[in-house]
Structure formats: C-alpha cells, structure tokens
C-alpha cells in the first residue's frame, strides 16, 4: 500500500509515454537508421568500382552523344505513360475514401507532382506520401481519411508488382529461368499461385469495404473494384518505367524483357533499402551486375540517360507547373479560386525548393569532378589568373555540397535557409563561369534562384538552431549522394595515375589535381557540418527561467493547484500582453509542448493558444498541449489538431468526504496507529520551510538513492531550493521529532489541493505513507478545500469501440494488457478506493504519427528519455 500511495500523485504522468517511446526508439535505432542504408551503398559503389574498371570515360561520353533520337522519344514516351499511371492512383484512392473533398484533375496533379519530387529526393528527404497527405489535407480532406487514402494507394504499387511476376512465371518466358532458377513447373506452378492468390484477395475484397481485426490491429480495406483498379494502374507504372530504360539499352541488351523486368525490380528495391537521393549509385550497380555484361560504355550512358528521362524530366515539368499556378494564384488572389490554390500547392512547394537546392549542388559537384572544356580554359587564360581558376573551382564543390545540406531547411520552410540558399546559389552561378566558362550550368543555377525567389512566401519560418544541421536521416542521403558524385570524379580520372605530387600540382591542365582537392574540401565541409550537428543536438539541458511577478499574481488566483507547477522554472511562459493569462510550454527543439491549459482568463488564454501555435508554425516545430481537460477542446479542434484521451483525472469531492467504508480500513488503522506509536502529522508553513531545507533534502536524496532515479520535470516536480520554498509543507514526525517523510502542498486559490513530491527515508514506518496521505487529506477538508486531487491514470476510461481512432484502440489495448509491465489497472484502482470524481484528460496534438512523436518529446521532458523510465521502472518492479 505504501508503494501505490508514493507513486499515485508523483509519477503518474510518465507512464503514458513508454509504449509509443519504445515504437520510437527502435525505429529511431543508428544501426537501422544508420548502419543499413551505408552497407547497402558502400558495397553497391564498391561493386561499380569493379565492374567499371576497364571503361573509358571518354567512350560513355561518346556513347550519350550517340544516343539514338528514337530511342530518346520512345523513352521520354515511357516516362510520361508511367506518371500518367502513378498519378491514378491518388485519384481512384480518394475517390474511393473521401468522394467528393478533391476534384480528380487536382488529385491526378497533385500525386503526378508528388512523386516528381519524391522520385528526385528519394525516400531519405520525404516520401510522396508525405508531401500528397499535407497536400490533401489542406485541401480539405480529414487527417485520417487522407492517410487511409495513401495507405490504399501504395497497395497499387505491389498489386501490380504481384501481378506482373505472377504472369511472367506463368508463361516462363525465354530467359526468365537464368533470374529465377527454378524448375520450369515449379515456375508456373507459382505464377498460377500468385494469381489466384490476387483473385482469392479481390473476392474477399467484394463490393463493399471491409473491417478487419486481428490481434488488436484493425484495417479498413478496399473494395474489390478500388483494388483491381489501382492494380492495373501499378502494372501500367512499373511496365512503362521498365521500358524507360530498356529502350535506352544497346541492342544486344535489350532483348529478353522479362529477365530484364525482374533486374529492374531489384535494382529499385534496394535503391530504395539505401537511402540515396533516388537510389543513386545502388540502382546502377544493381543493373549492372544483373544483366551479366560488366560494366560497358554504352551501358553506362543508358543508364545515365535513364536518370535524366525518368527523374529530371519529370521533375522539371512538375516544377515548372508548380510556377506557373503559384504565379498565377498570386496575382489573382482575391479570387477564391486562387486561394484554393495556394492551399494546395503550398505543401508543394518547400520539397520543390529542396529539390531545386540539391539539382544545383549537385550540378555544382559535379562539374569539379569531371574534367573542364579545353578551348573554354583557353579563354580564360587570357583573362583571369590560374589561382582565381583554382580557387572558383574548390569554391563551386564546397557551396555544392552546402547546397545538397541546405535543402532540408528549405524542407522546413525557414527562411534564413532560404536566404542563404540564394546567396550560395549566387555564389555558384559565378563559380561556374570563373572555373571553366560553364554558362550552361551558371543559367540552371538562375533559374533555381528565379525559382526560389518566386516561392518567398513559402519561406516563413525562423528555427534558433543553424540552418547547417543533419540528423541521422539526412546525413546518409547527402553522404550517399557525395560519394557517388566522388566515385564519379575517380571513374573520369581513372587514367590518370596516381602520386602525391598531384595534390600540389597546379596548372591549366590539372583537372585531376583540382578534383582531388575540391573533393577533399567538399568532405572537410560535410565532415564540419556533421560534427557542429552532433555537437548542437538536443540536451536535456534545463537552466531555470525566472518566474514573472506578473505569473505569480495569476496562479495566486487560479482554482487550479497543479498550475503551481509553473514555479519549477523548468518551462517558458508565455504571458499575455496584458498579464491576464500564461501558459507554460517546453521548447524539445523538436516541438513546443505546453503542460495543461492555460491559466487565467478565458479569452485571452484562447489568445494564447494560438500564439503559441504561430509561434511552433514559425520555427517549424510541432505544437501539442498535453493534459488538457475539455474547457479549451473547440479551440484545439478549430486549429485543427487532434484529440486524443490520455486518462482521466481522480478528485476528492472534501464536501462528502469521510474515512467511513471498507475501502478505506487501511488508512483508518494508520490514522490510529502513528500517534500511538509517537508518529506526528505537521505543516510547515512557507515562510519556515527555508529553515527546514537540509533536513528535508536529506531524505529527498534517501529516497531518490532507492529508487536509483533521477529528479522528473515538466508535468511533475523537483526538490530544488527555490521551488520547494513556495509552498507549505507537510510532515510527518517521529518520536524524537526527527522528520522522517515530507509532501510539498499546491494550493489553487484555496479551493483545491494538491500532492506533487512526496518523500521517505528509511525512519518511515510501514503505515507511515498511509498516514501522511490520510492526514493532509483531513487538513484540506478542516481548511475549507473543495476539492483533494489525487492525480492522473493513465489510459483509464479510454473507449475501446472498433470504430473509436486508432489510438483510442491502442491506448485501450495497452490499459488491458499492459498491467504487468505499468501497473495501469492497479494505480485506478489505488485512487478508487477514495471514491473519486473522475474527469478526462487528453492530448492535442497534430494527428497521424505526430501522436507517438509528441508523447515520445513528453516522455523526455519528464523522465530525459526511455533510459531514465526504464532504470525507474525496473527498480518499482526489483
């Protein structure tokens, strides 16, 4: 009994985070994120490294130039059949989920612009499904009807993929057996499989959406009509994006298409696995080894064609449709039309940017890893000395590869990104045209920035942090994408042999010297810009803010007691302009968290609601209120985020209240018991606790020692001296008058009362918690409180229905069969043994996967991460 009490009011709030954490920090694992992506790509340069080791760089040039205009069309042909089919699939998923919210024509746009943009970034910067569900979303489409309706879209892709296997091991098609060495009767045998698995699926599927459950997962499926279609838009994407580049290949390669197919499937497979900007690199190691011919010229410039058609092409009219209606919008925009538009296209644009950025870093590195025009050299010898040519050429690789780390704060709309990406593209455009007369590449960098500067009122946000920062994610795409631009360098120079006088060596025709040199400074950079982000990652690092006059006078007349929390000084106020209302927030560097409602009056606590909210859009932070009862919901759901229930809230009714009942047996023998046995109830006032600080932190520490924990913040307190000194404090007494255990009292304008620290040491007896919890309890009622709040309990009263969200459901599942590991079901129990009045809590959050990221931060702020609740957890459990 004693544990439950101790805990009950103390520790409660942690509790909610741990199952979303632990989702959290597996997917969040470096050798998930890190490890795999790096294997995959080293061993795919490392394997093109060899298979490229007797080509001519020369030739493959000769071989691009050569290419045929048939072969050309025919591909650029492919390419647009294969985006006309990719953009149905949003158009027959949301037809299908949500009728009637998007116009099919803006649908077939926007997924065709999506995947443009994916397809170039890769799934390391953002997938197409990121960029479409922000898009339909502000188009008007709920939350989860637009995730549901990408989530039914994808089952195209491997429908499609399913099918088109199915066929071809059906019919066995000459050369199929050299990719899939089986017998040929095993072969049709499971093609027919695979068929009539897709046909036992799209009968189960039926005419009407189904519901399925199954180990607490629950899934809305399509119907049979939905899926065939999007199944024959999956065939048609995948047939016409193989044929992009089969036509594109030499004669002799080109002529078993189903082997080919299959190559082609794998190679996009593990393009994605590696996490490099559109699978660079791994997808054309991939073709390579898998075709069985080495690594040929003219094979190389198919390949390199390939990138071109499929990726910049698209890409290039995506983005040249995008500047077209954003500059048609703008100069329209009292036409609602037009701001219906601007809604849409807005998600659009900052992974447009993004791309933009990474083309023209790209661009940027590359042109110092191949080798210049000789007769442009010529001309500029004439003009300009040979260490401004050197110099303009380390400098074109270096703001290359500040570009390609740029893009994410373009992703992230922020505007001194945006500033410094028109200054390191103005930068480019000049070293071009110093380095080697490159007036092709310096018009495309124009471009990107006439690009970006139509775009300004995309770039709002201001972040603290510098705009030069990775996390683990885009570190391995810009170090994908730098090395396969290196290797790039050392395959066009491979006939240069090397010695060490070449990094000294410079001369008009040292295009070899300077690669190396501009490589090693485009590495130094990354290197300095990945270490200055490990380096500024968020601590948990929390210096104490001084707490307003202007707080204290409104928490001095709030009902509220656990606002008193605010005088931790663990968490920012905002404060309104005319100090009638506060509302305390953290600031995780990845989301602005505020802790409960607002305090103070209503309206200009609204006010302050969306203040903070403009306040997250600015930084580009995410902006959730976690523990908020009903009183601000409307708001909360007018700003568009989402509700969910975390628990409910346990208050003692002191009106009614007394000792008399069963339930109740074991703090009426502590009441009788402590003072027969010399144990006595006080409180402190305020004013004297100051004196009393050493011996109360002396058991503060024996407490703490036993629970190897470490002091919580943000939803709970801390014993520090200037926080514990604001408040009365009870305590109970031994014999000798020694304190032997302690509970700071929060007081809401002396209507309610609240428990936030309550602390032993070994001088406790057994019943002594009981009696300390039964004697405050008392005082409160003698002193007039209304209300005794006993804490929070986690997912308590969470409705369970098929059809509540998803994180209802899941949040029901983990209170059901979560008791062993959290106490769920107990710690509701404890406190209905007070007989309560229950009132929920909930979160507000944006919805979808913010959710688990939000308890996630929240967890962190309380306990500093998964370490800290898990060292805690273990020893309660020991």
């Not at 025919?74 to 647009?80: C, D, E, I, M």
């Not at 209302?581 to 209503?602: H, K, N, Q, S």
Request: charged share 20%; hydrophobic share 50%.
């Amino acid at each position: 009994m004693t544990q439950e009490i101790e805990n009950a009011p103390l520790e409660t709030p942690a509790t909610v985070a741990p199952p979303f954490a632990r989702l959290q920090r597996w997917a969040e694992h470096p050798v998930i994120k890190l490890g795999l992506p790096l294997l995959v790509l080293g061993v795919a340069i490392f394997v093109l490294h060899k298979l490229a080791g007797d080509v001519s760089p020369k030739r493959v040039v000769a071989d691009i130039s050569a290419a045929s205009p048939k072969a050309l069309l025919l591909a650029l042909g492919a390419t647009t059949l294969s985006y006309l089919a990719i953009a149905f699939y949003d158009v027959i998923s949301l037809g299908a989920v949500a009728p009637g919210i998007v116009a099919p024509r803006v649908a077939y746009l926007v997924g065709g612009a999506g995947y443009a943009i994916s397809n170039l970034l890769g799934v390391s910067y953002l997938t197409g499904g990121a960029v479409r569900l922000r898009t339909y979303v502000a188009a008007g489409v709920p939350f989860h009807r637009a995730a549901l309706a990408l989530g039914t879209s994808w089952s195209g892709f491997w429908t499609g993929l399913v099918a088109l296997l199915g066929l071809l091991m059906m019919f066995h098609p000459k050369g199929l057996s050299a990719v899939l060495p089986i017998a040929p009767g095993l072969e049709t045998a499971t093609g027919v499989a695979l068929i009539v698995g897709l046909g036992a699926v799209m009968a189960f599927l039926g005419r009407r959406a189904r519901h399925v459950r199954w180990r607490g997962i629950e899934a809305d499926l399509p119907r049979a009509s939905t899926a065939s279609l999007l199944m024959l838009a999956g065939m048609a994407d995948l047939l016409f994006a193989s044929l992009t580049l089969w036509v594109l290949l030499p004669p002799d390669l080109g002529g078993n298409y189903a082997y080919f197919f299959v190559i082609f499937m794998a190679a996009i497979g593990l393009g994605i696995a590696s996490h490099s900007p559109g699978g660079l690199g791994v997808f054309e190691a991939t073709v390579i080894a898998g075709l069985g011919t080495g690594a040929r010229p003219d094979l190389l410039a198919a390949l390199v064609l390939y990138r071109v058609v499929y990726t910049l092409y698209p890409f290039a009219i995506a983005t040249l449709g995008l500047a077209a209606g954003w500059l048609w919008a703008q100069r329209h925009r009292l036409d609602h039309a037009a701001d219906l538009a601007l809604a849409i296209m807005g998600p659009l644009v900052p992974p447009l940017a993004a791309g933009v950025a990474l083309v023209s870093g790209v661009l940027l590195m590359l042109s110092g890893s191949v080798p210049a025009e000789g007769s442009r050299l010529d001309l500029l010898r004439d003009v300009l000395p040979l260490p401004v040519v050197e110099f303009s050429h380390l400098t074109a690789s270096v703001t290359g590869v500040m570009l390609i780390v740029l893009a994410r704060g373009l992703y992230q709309r922020l505007t001194r990104a945006w500033v410094m990406a028109l200054i390191l593209l103005s930068v480019g455009i000049v070293a071009s045209l110093v380095k080697g007369l490159e007036w092709e590449q310096a018009l495309t960098i124009a471009i990107s920035g006439g690009l970006l500067i139509l775009f300004r009122q995309a770039f709002y946000r201001v972040q603290d942090a510098s705009v030069f920062r990775l996390d683990l994610r885009w570190f391995v795409s810009v170090t994908a994408l730098v090395a396969a631009i290196t290797w790039i360098g050392f395959f066009a120079y491979k006939h240069v042999e090397y010695r060490d006088t070449l990094w000294w060596q410079f001369a008009w025709k040292g295009d070899a010297s300077r690669f190396l040199r501009a490589t090693v400074g485009a590495s130094v950079v990354l290197a300095i810009i990945a270490l200055g982000s490990i380096l500024s990652a968020r601590k948990r690092l929390r210096p104490r803010q001084e707490i307003p006059q202007a707080v204290r006078d409104i928490l001095a007349q709030s009902d509220d007691a656990e606002a008193q929390l605010t005088l931790m000084g663990d968490k920012e106020v905002l404060l309104d302009p005319e100090n009638r209302a506060f509302i305390a927030y953290a600031d995780t560097g990845r989301a602005l968290i505020a802790r409960a409602d607002p305090v103070g009056e209503e309206e200009a606590a609204i006010s302050l609601i969306w203040a903070l909210r403009e306040k997250a859009d600015r930084s580009g932070r995410l902006c959730a209120f976690y523990g908020v009862s009903p009183r601000f919901l409307p708001t909360f759901l007018d700003m568009g985020l989402s509700i969910v229930k975390i628990g409910e809230t346990a208050r003692i009714d002191l009106e009614t209240f007394s000792l008399d009942g069963p339930k109740k047996k074991n703090f009426r023998y502590a009441l009788s018991k402590g003072p027969r046995d010399g144990f006595k109830f006080e409180v402190i006032p305020a004013a004297q606790v100051p004196a009393h600080l050493p011996e109360l932190r002396a058991i503060s520490d024996a407490w703490l020692a036993q629970k190897q924990g470490e002091e919580k913040s943000f939803a709970l307190g801390a014993f520090t001296d200037d926080y514990i000194v604001n408040f009365d404090c009870a305590v109970l007494r031994d014999p000798d008058g020694k304190i032997v255990a302690f509970a700071n009292l929060l007081k809401g304008n002396g209507r309610e009362l609240c428990v936030d620290l309550m602390r032993y040491d070994a001088g406790c007896p057994g019943y002594g918690m009981n009696q300390l919890f039964s004697e405050m309890i008392l005082w409160a009622q003698a002193g007039g409180f209304k209300w005794f709040r006993l804490g929070n309990a986690p997912f308590s009263g969470i409705e369970r229905h098929r059809l509540a969200s998803v994180w209802n459901r899941l949040g029901g599942f983990l209170y059901e069969h979560g008791e062993r590991l959290y106490s769920f079901e107990g710690l509701r129990s404890f406190k209905e043994r007070w007989d309560p009045v229950w009132s929920p809590h909930y979160l507000a959050s944006p919805g979808g996967l913010a959710v688990p990221r939000v308890l996630y931060e929240v967890n962190v702020l309380i306990s500093g991460g998964v370490r800290g609740l898990v060292r805690r957890e273990g020893k309660e459990k020991g």
